[in-house]
């Protein structure tokens, strides 16, 4: 397959200890606070272990966030606030706009913004897979799978978590629904070419490549449109990806859908379309420099050397070749001087997020414990805010080397 998708850094964090001395007035309240600064350190490690798995990364994610709600959800199932929900500050940087975190003392920001990290490893995992040169089965499967859980963790935060936050999102972070949005549709987009490849190899009908390939086209558009509005400084790199594979993908459109043309006797029209193909094939190519050329977060790439792009260029070349060919000696149709419009449909192979939900809460919380937690013993300087001189410090990730013809390094 060896697929390449352009990756922004995973989000940083201050370090928390949830030493709240004095307000967890019961042993079982303290082993609480150890298991919570214990599992999202680890939680943490496991962003940037290239060794970590999705069943490492669930199985530590679960931890943590069953022990994290004890913090947000009322044991009564009432709508009631839990009162420690404020209890703890917490600090992030965003995807984007470098290393200036954003602080909330709220829970449910903490929620999020791990939450988040864990759908940005998964696409991050789904890279380092689709980037190997002689991927299998299993690891294709591994890939697509990975890329629809991401994408829905991304819509369930969307949806159901960060509209509870109490401090409004800036433009621009992370957690703003323009953000999120376009992770979830490049998540669809990149899920999709998975299928693509897969139609390719084992020889699907042309018309059914040529409707997957202009869905996922599509979906590029949607989530570069999405980010428009955004400023180019930092989302200008992110924007040059979506918006040529957005064109990668129109040209394979145009390709198949050349072809299908071909088998119906429709050679000038088949011709046709290939120039069409040709036209956004070049467009992607023009892209692809500007990409490399564009500073910002993300991969560091060469996109047009990649062996998914020139394979591309050479299928377009033969099979334009090949429809001039049989126009000549055969059909000896006119070439029409517009392009055939796209009205295609794919009716299988189309990617939807997979559903997800945070665990449940963890046995550990009761209403004894929660009520151990005596909240009138906060000393006066409120000890749970971060310092004004921490440092929140970058992830360090894993450097994969790229694979051969790969073109490509996964940031």
Request: charged share 25%; proline share 5%.
């Amino acid at each position: 397959m060896t697929h390449w998708f352009h990756r922004n850094p995973l989000k940083a964090t201050a370090p928390v200890l949830f030493n709240f001395y004095g307000v967890a007035t019961t042993p079982a309240a303290t082993k609480i606070c150890n298991d919570l600064r214990l599992s999202r350190t680890q939680l943490l490690e496991l962003f940037t272990d290239s060794s970590c798995n999705p069943e490492m990364m669930k199985n530590a994610g679960d931890f943590y966030f069953s022990l994290l709600q004890g913090f947000i959800l009322s044991l009564d199932d009432s709508s009631q606030e839990c009162k420690l929900r404020y209890i703890q500050n917490f600090k992030w940087t965003d995807t984007l706009q470098g290393q200036v975190p954003s602080a909330q003392q709220d829970a449910v920001f903490e929620l999020v913004s791990m939450g988040f990290n864990v759908a940005l490893w998964y696409t991050k995992y789904a890279s380092r897979l689709a980037g190997k040169e002689d991927i299998t089965e299993d690891e294709a499967k591994d890939v697509h799978r990975s890329l629809k859980i991401a994408a829905g963790i991304f819509k369930h935060l969307k949806e159901s978590h960060i509209p509870k936050l109490i401090t409004p999102v800036e433009k621009g972070r992370d957690l703003e629904a323009r953000l999120t949005e376009s992770y979830i549709v490049q998540c669809q987009a990149e899920a999709q070419e998975v299928t693509i490849a897969r139609a390719i190899e084992l020889k699907h009908n042309p018309g059914l490549i040529a409707a997957l390939a202009y869905e996922t086209a599509n979906f590029y558009q949607k989530a570069d449109q999405t980010l428009s509005s955004l400023d180019p400084a930092y989302a200008g790199k992110w924007r040059k990806y979506l918006n040529l594979k957005s064109c990668f993908y129109m040209a394979y459109a145009y390709c198949y859908h050349g072809q299908t043309l071909l088998a119906s006797d429709k050679c000038g029209e088949a011709i046709r379309s290939l120039q069409e193909s040709e036209k956004f094939f070049t467009k992607a190519e023009a892209l692809c420099k500007e990409y490399g050329e564009t500073k910002g977060p993300g991969t560091t790439a060469k996109p047009s050397g990649h062996l998914f792009f020139r394979k591309l260029g050479s299928l377009i070349k033969n099979t334009l070749e090949k429809c001039q060919r049989e126009n000549g000696f055969i059909y000896f149709q006119k070439v029409p001087a517009e392009a055939p419009q796209l009205e295609l449909k794919a009716n299988y192979g189309l990617v939807e997020p997979v559903p997800f939900e945070f665990p449940a809460l963890s046995a550990h919380w009761t209403p004894e414990t929660v009520a151990a937690f005596d909240l009138t013993k906060r000393p006066k300087e409120d000890a749970a805010k971060s310092k004004p001189d921490e440092e929140v410090k970058p992830l360090k990730e894993p450097n994969i080397k790229p694979q051969k013809d790969s073109g490509c390094q996964i940031s």
